[in-house]
């Protein structure tokens, strides 16, 4: 089954960025989250992670988890065929575990969230959790930096699991988003942990 539920329980929250890696974006998330000591789930396009993987390495290195987002972000892959969706799911786990140099990926996340039951089944053989999301920024139309922190603030009662993008645009407004939501989120009492990986 799809993922939304924090591994530390009670009012932990699952930070989620998806999309890249992105030279521009990706260190400045990253000095945030070192920052307030947060970890973080990556969900990397696999040709993005072949081309940078001094970034998915030091995503490792910080302590973060990878989340595999196929090869060609194709959010119309539920209406393709089973043998499309295992190439895009699995080149990208290869692509992203190639750059890592040993760490594993342990999530899968479907691109626009266009799940299957087979990609589910074919992620879940590989060894990948799949992981959906409780809270959309909608970061990704720019919408302001008030409008993402507000978004945040309002549907966290969704649950846990919160998306972010560090790739495909200028995500100016995402990072400095997320200057403001990490210490709100402290000040209102909640931990920070990793999507659960195992079904309860
Ligand atoms: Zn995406």
Known sequence: SIAHAAEAGGTAVNITIDDGP???WTPQMLDILKEHGVKAVF??????AKRHPDLVRKVVADGHRLCDHTISHDTTMDKKPVAYQK?????AKKMIEDAAGGAKVEYYRAPGGAFTPDSRRIAAEAGMRPLGWNVDTKDFELPGTAAIVNTVKNELSNGPTILFHDGGGDRAQTVAALRQVLPWLKEQGHTFSFPVRTAP
């Open 22 to 24: 992105d030279p521009r």
């Open 43 to 48: 969900c990397m396009v696999g040709p993005e």
């Open 87 to 91: 190439q895009q799911i699995l080149d």
